[in-house]
């Protein structure tokens, strides 16, 4: 593999640094990177620390290897991720098949704690090691008319035990506007706490976009394209009523279902209360403008 970290997170984030990001990062507001300055961490409505590495690769949505929590970390092993190869094409400058060493060249691998909530009201504090998206979109050069980028998911049935499964339309797709995906909170990961993506969670590449729901961040990508009108994405074509293209965190827009006022952190024990969910995932001082007069419980 081209980048296969031995690094533990305690190697190579010093604690106080990764104290200070923890805050910026993790924390309501502000952020501690890129052009987008603001206030740091006055906002922050709790504190929370990390999600235990045993949790965050033993409790999965991957339903490429079943739908049960515990199957990707069982069955995603069968899934060959060497060699690895990314197809980008449609309205770039420069398409064709990247191996994965060509999509890591001169990418900053940066370590970013977001939180990380899924549709199901349940979330964890994830530390990740990976790329902004924006840095290999403009690798790539994206042309003035591409208006979407759409991602696909490896789809090999051989190793891939979930997919005799109809439960979703495979391979799995998902979509991004062009400015979500330029955002520089979006992000390609590589790793978790300084390790490698174990397959369960995605790897070798997998989308992370922190304030929308997680089945936006679409796992062992092989596909990106731009284009000029908005993407499939599995989830809507499974339900469209339940599940929408944009699927931003919204505590006031429930689901038909259930509502997503609130979130169980995922390793808090029995015991613990359940959490607000925040607007934006907490993240709304950073994207909230990318939706400015937009109603965000029709374009949910
Ligand atoms: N290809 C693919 N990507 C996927 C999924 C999936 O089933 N297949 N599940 C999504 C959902 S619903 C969630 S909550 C997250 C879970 O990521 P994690 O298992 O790394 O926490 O992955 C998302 N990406
Ligand atoms: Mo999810």
Same mark, same amino acid.
């Given at each position: 593999m081209a980048?296969k970290?031995?690094?533990t997170?305690?190697?190579v984030t010093?604690k106080?640094?990764w104290?200070?990001?923890?805050?910026?990062?993790a924390?309501a507001?502000?952020l501690?990177?890129g052009?987008?300055a603001?206030?740091?961490?006055?906002?922050v409505?709790?504190?929370r620390e990390p999600?235990?590495?045993e949790?965050i690769?033993?409790?999965?949505?991957f339903y490429e290897?079943g739908?049960?929590?515990?199957?990707?970390s069982?069955?995603a092993?069968?899934m060959?991720?060497?060699?690895?190869s990314?197809?980008i094409?449609g309205?770039?400058d420069?398409p064709g098949?990247?191996?994965l060493?060509?999509v890591?060249?001169?990418m900053?691998i940066?370590e970013?704690?977001?939180?990380?909530r899924c549709v199901?009201?349940?979330?964890?504090?994830?530390?990740?090691?990976?790329?902004?998206?924006?840095a290999l979109?403009e690798?790539?050069g994206?042309?003035?008319?591409?208006?979407?980028?759409?991602f696909?998911?490896?789809y090999?049935?051989?190793?891939m035990?979930?997919?005799?499964?109809r439960?979703?339309?495979w391979?799995y797709v998902e979509?991004?506007?062009l400015d979500?995906?330029m955002? %520089? &909170?979006t992000? =390609?990961?590589?790793g978790? !706490? @300084?390790e490698?993506?174990l397959?369960?969670?995605?790897? %070798? &590449?997998?989308? =992370?976009v922190?304030?929308? !729901? @997680?089945?936006k961040s679409?796992?062992?990508?092989?596909?990106?394209t731009?284009?000029?009108?908005?993407p499939?994405t599995s989830?809507?074509?499974a339900?469209?009523r339940?599940?929408?293209f944009?699927s931003n965190?919204?505590?006031?827009?429930d689901?038909?279902?259930?509502?997503?006022?609130s979130e169980?952190?995922?390793?808090?024990?029995?015991f613990?209360?359940?959490i607000d969910?925040?607007m934006?995932n907490?993240?709304?001082?950073?994207?909230a403008?990318l939706?400015?007069?937009?109603?965000?419980s029709?374009?949910f």
């Amino acid at each position: 593999m081209a980048y296969k970290s031995k690094l533990t997170w305690a190697d190579v984030t010093p604690k106080q640094s990764w104290l200070n990001r923890r805050q910026i990062i993790a924390g309501a507001s502000g952020l501690g990177f890129g052009a987008i300055a603001g206030p740091i961490a006055a906002a922050v409505p709790i504190e929370r620390e990390p999600t235990s590495y045993e949790d965050i690769t033993s409790y999965n949505n991957f339903y490429e290897f079943g739908t049960g929590k515990e199957d990707p970390s069982r069955y995603a092993d069968a899934m060959t991720t060497d060699p690895w190869s990314v197809q980008i094409d449609g309205l770039v400058d420069r398409p064709g098949s990247y191996d994965l060493a060509d999509v890591l060249k001169g990418m900053d691998i940066e370590e970013r704690i977001y939180r990380f909530r899924c549709v199901e009201a349940w979330s964890m504090v994830i530390p990740w090691n990976g790329f902004e998206l924006r840095a290999l979109l403009e690798k790539v050069g994206v042309q003035p008319s591409a208006k979407y980028v759409a991602f696909e998911t490896l789809y090999r049935p051989e190793e891939m035990r979930g997919t005799r499964s109809r439960v979703l339309e495979w391979p799995y797709v998902e979509g991004l506007r062009l400015d979500e995906a330029m955002h %520089p &909170l979006t992000m =390609v990961a590589t790793g978790i !706490y @300084g390790e490698s993506l174990l397959n369960q969670n995605g790897a %070798p &590449l997998r989308l =992370v976009v922190p304030w929308k !729901y @997680g089945f936006k961040s679409i796992k062992s990508i092989v596909r990106i394209t731009l284009t000029d009108s908005e993407p499939p994405t599995s989830w809507n074509k499974a339900n469209p009523r339940e599940y929408g293209f944009y699927s931003n965190v919204n505590p006031e827009v429930d689901h038909p279902r259930w509502s997503q006022a609130s979130e169980r952190e995922v390793g808090a024990g029995i015991f613990a209360s359940r959490i607000d969910t925040l607007m934006f995932n907490g993240y709304a001082e950073e994207v909230a403008s990318l939706y400015a007069g937009m109603d965000l419980s029709r374009f949910f």
